[in-house]
């Protein structure tokens, strides 16, 4: 088999490439290493340098780009969202990502069904927009966030409802593409082909009948059969056929071809009508063989999907705080043993009875198969769409394990028939514990694809016992009758499998067909055609040499550098895993390049991502920047290069990854470990300095008659700003927060400590840098409030001056003086913490600093005491009111309550306490903006050079969701929102202490 073409031979023209390509088109072109890296991987276990990436903006430039390629000889590689499992996206080519500007629906014809679109359009956007019409795509994969329809037609992908509308090439009516010259065809039904596109159909027509016998003895006869070309279109093998008239679509010839013989212009899709009721019936099994066998008699009820969870999966999922209530709802018993499997068996249609009597049959089928009483029926369509997203999120649950080896997918898409399911997967059960690993179960069961995928360490001998599993799971797929690609695609991973599964003479006739389209093999090459060995280590991402540089962390991410059984999954003790780099690296290589952090729906992750839809400012782009320079693949010294400094650029530090990355990413501390290393070695700016030591000099400020009044006047004085953008580097198009005298500190709120320790209701109210200097009402109004309701408040100070978390060093690098902050803060509230006295704070990012980056700063059990001891002021409140004794009289809210919450607050899962307490309030109806990071972001928004983007963050939702609402009392608890929403709506948001008080009767 020949290896896919190599690096050298196209980096001759790489150069002259990038002149042509900037000088005869519009789009974005890349060459650095550090892009080129960003594109080198997918969702797969490959990677591959690019030759270079360049982002079209219109049509013409991708003409223009493939022709260049064309001339220059240049392989040709379209990308969507990369979210590919089997290296389908990773080659020396150009890479073509379509995804930032070609990405619009062209037409929607509701009355001949279906709807045009370029490529680059993500699922669920374009299934956003159709929602309003009742129709829908029903590819539904689990990608449906990030995975665009152009990836999707190249990988034939499968949606967990395949059962109900097929995969993608029985979804697709159409394609306009561009050949490997440039030459647009248009391929439709064989009946209204011409010119380009006819010539080809009928050369494979020929094929076919050619190879006819070969076609009927060798083809899977299964639905999930995603390998090689769709050679049988003229003949259809599949249990379900590709045109429900017979007819022969030349479109299904470029379905599943990853890439490798037309770039997809636009696709024409077939509407499906959205289903206006669904029910669901879970059914729990106390043997997973039972579930697999159960399996051929539940389809018969004729439902829309029937997906499988794992114990594993249930446990993995119950032990994240993020999905164990939702999994278990769909549990018969939660105090109970915990189920070997679940089925979620759906069903849907315009009605809503006969779906309830699907459920009762359902109940009833499972009762004559012997397992009586073991369906949770849940009609509701809340409870339901919650389940189904931890379903959905079941592969990354998976891939969150620690240490080297890792869930490894080049199996885990087998497609057996129903019958034998529960064969094949006992079978395949002994071959992963022979190879000493273990498989943890899930997905499509009514279409018998499973997904498995072993844990393998590829660092560590994981190459060898791949091979061997694949040919051991290659024989049971062959036993059974099944197909060995039956989703992700064939990519570097299953390539070689082509001509196992077909034989030697069709896959000579497939062979034929990738040079019919692309005489010169320009596109994607090394993908169906040729491929390279699936354990070619010189493809991997982490072959045998991978090696990371030492480095001597500020932070301690001891609690990554462990190693993993794979058997049992338990991890070594923290520190034990050999990470030269304390356990940085490791964190970093939690990125398996999902691409789910490019969502744009509910949720914070990634505001850069969201705004610029630049690889290069998305959390994976950073990830993947970073584990290239840990592990010296950008060039010398790149960890401290200005490649990782600008990846950094745009990250808002909103902790949105470090909830929503399924595999715990949390870039906002690697950034404070990235700046604390660069400033170190490039030194700190003025404005740097200026924004870290805020809480230390603020109080000078305070102390100075006059000082403040003078300050102040950079606000009004026209000009002055303008000089101290100049001088700082601080917009001066921002206003800046107003110094006062009386700060929290200097206006003797609140009661003694010596009252403190005598009170029945004691807590301790940390007055803040932001809310102490600049909000002193805020403090006030929470002191007023928590009085109301006999509490005893008292706010720590020192001799000039308050005790600081650290956070604005942080944000500047400054770990050093940020930890000497913290441990000043954390003696000093052992006192209280010792008597068991809440801490409790207003502003979000500093009172969560205390759970969040204390923990990992070297302070040991003091700092776990004082993070289960620190909350949120509404955190605390509605945990009293939930014990009785917080219940303030409290007047009606007649205005509409508009909240933002504060990034941080989303990442502990701390807004809901803000809407509890807001409900306490009569009548109040307090509605929360679905935003993600408000822009401002502590200092962010203020630096010259992020102004504009920080205002594009807060524009996608927040200020417009404001303006909507004139009237509306506008919350948030965040002293930078609140800026941001002053500048950006003129509006003043309040701190809920302020709503409260404003309440209190
Ligand atoms: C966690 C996870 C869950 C997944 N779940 C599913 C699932 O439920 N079902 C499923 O089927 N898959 C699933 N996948 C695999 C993957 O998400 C899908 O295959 C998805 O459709 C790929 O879309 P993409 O935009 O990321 O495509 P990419 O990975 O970018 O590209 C896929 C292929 O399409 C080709 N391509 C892209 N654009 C064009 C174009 N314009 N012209 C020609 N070729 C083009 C590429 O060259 C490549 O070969 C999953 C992956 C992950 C990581
Ligand atoms: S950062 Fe997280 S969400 Fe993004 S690709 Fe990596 S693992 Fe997935
Ligand atoms: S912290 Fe926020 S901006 Fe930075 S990578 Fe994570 S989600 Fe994106």
Known sequence: MNKPLALQEVMIDTKFLAKRLESETSGEVMTDVASRGRYATDASIYQTMPVAVFVPKT???????????????VPVLPRGGGTSQCGQTTGPALVIDNTKYFR?????????????????????????????HQVWYPVDVSTAAQATIGGMAGNNSCGSRSIAYGNMVHNVLGVDAWLADGQAASFGLMKNATGKALELGQFVQSLAHQHQAEIEAKWPKVMRRVAG?????????????????????????????????????????????????KTLGVVNFTSFYEAMDSAQHIVKLMPSAVELVDRTMIDLSRSNPAFKSVIETALIDVAGKTPEAILLVEFSGEELAPLEKKVK??????????????VVEMINAESQKNLWEVRKAGLNIMMSLKGDGKPVSFIEDCAVPLESLAEYTQDLTEVFSKYGSRGTWYAHASVGTLHVRPILDMRRGGAQKMRAIAEEAAALVKRYKGAFSGEHGDGICRGEWIQWQFGPKLTEALGEIKHAFDPNNLFNPGKIINPPKMDDESLFRFPQTYRVIPLKTSLDWSSWDVQND?????????????DPSGGFAKAVEMCNNNGHCRKFDAGTMCPSYRVTRDEKHLT???????????????????????????????????????????????????KIEYLSHYKKSHGWTLRDRLIAHLPRYSHHIAAIPGLAFMLNLRNTIPGLAFLGEKLTQISAKRSLPTWRRDTAWRSMIGSTEDALFASAKPVVLWADTFNGCFETENIKAAVNVLEASGYTVHIPQKKQGHYCCGRTYLASGMVDEARASAQELLDAFTRYTDKNIPIIGLEP????????????????????????????????????ATAGRFAPELKACEQQILLHGHCHQKSFDAVKPIISLLKMIPQAQPQLIESSCCGMA???GYESEHHQVSLQMAEMQLLPAIRQAPDAIVLADGSSCRHQIKDGADREALHVARILEMHLK
Not at 566 to 578: D, I
Not at 650 to 665: A, F, I, N
């Open 104 to 132: 619009n629906i062209l037409d929607i014809n509701l009355e001949q069904g279906y709807v045009d679109v370029q490529p680059g359009i993500v699922l669920d956007h374009l299934n956003a927009a159709l929602k309003k």
């Open 59 to 73: 049509a013409e430039d991708i003409v223009a780009a493939i022709q260049i390629a064309a001339d220059l000889g």
């Open 361 to 374: 049959d359902l109940v009833s089928l499972m009762a004559d198969l012997g397992h009586p009483g073991c």
């Open 938 to 940: 502590g200092s962010f």
């Open 620 to 670: 994976r782009g950073r990830a993947n920047t970073l584990r290239l320079a840990l592990s010296n693949q950008l060039g010398k010294d790149a960890f401290l290069s200005e490649d990782v400094k600008e990846a950094f650029d745009l990250c808002v530090s909103c902790k949105g990854c470090k909830r929503e990355c399924p595999t715990g990413v949390d870039m906002a501390k690697m």
């Open 566 to 578: 794979p058997v049992t999954e338990k991890t070594t003790a923290p520190g034990t895993g050999g």
């Open 845 to 880: 990012s500093c009172i969560l600093t205390l759970r969040d980056e204390f923990l990992v700063m070297g302070f040991g059990d003091s700092a776990k005491t004082l993070a289960k001891g620190s909350q949120t002021f509404e955190e605390f409140l509605v945990s009293e």
């Open 229 to 277: 070309y769709n050679l049988d279109i003229f003949n259809n093998q599949s249990e379900r056929p590709y045109t429900q008239d017979g007819q022969v679509n030349l479109a299904h010839l470029l379905v599943g071809s990853e890439g490798s013989l037309a770039y997809y212009k636009q696709l024409r899709l077939a509407l499906s009508p959205l289903p206006k009721h």
